[in-house]
């Protein structure tokens, strides 16, 4: 694990204020909303393997959604209250880095919606063989 000034070094500015900060990108900005290359989708504070674009789907929400991560053990899951409201929280497993947060009215088969933020992740494309 890294102290703060790690983090600070590690990070640029916008991954350390979502990743460390719990902040959110706006809609529509991130690199990967749009991305519809095959690939794995892994936390850009750590690299552990979070999402695999097989998982990846069309929310119309304006951040990178996903119906599940690529293993159960992937992300951890906490309660949010901030701003008025009850959400779920998801945070890389690995580092505690904020990816964003779960609803339940994504797609079959799981019915949920990860909901995450494009700074927080990592694209590696899948290689061509």
């Known amino acids: 694990m890294k102290n703060e000034s790690e983090w600070k070094a590690a990070l640029t500015a916008e991954q350390y204020r979502v990743l460390r900060g719990k902040g959110t990108e706006r809609a529509f900005t991130g690199a990967y909303w749009d991305e519809h290359g095959q690939g794995i989708y892994r936390c850009a504070g750590c690299g552990l393997e979070l999402f695999g674009s097989d998982t990846k789907f069309e929310s119309g929400t304006g951040w990178p959604s ?43 088969p799981t019915g949920m919606r990860y909901c995450i933020n494009s700074v927080s992740l990592r694209f590696e494309p899948a290689t061509r063989e």
């Open 66 to 108: 996903f119906f599940k991560p690529t293993t159960d053990s992937a992300v951890t899951e906490h309660v949010d209250r901030e701003f008025g409201m009850e959400r779920t929280e998801v945070v890389c497993s690995r580092c505690g880095g904020h990816l964003g947060h779960v609803f339940p009215d994504g797609p079959r």
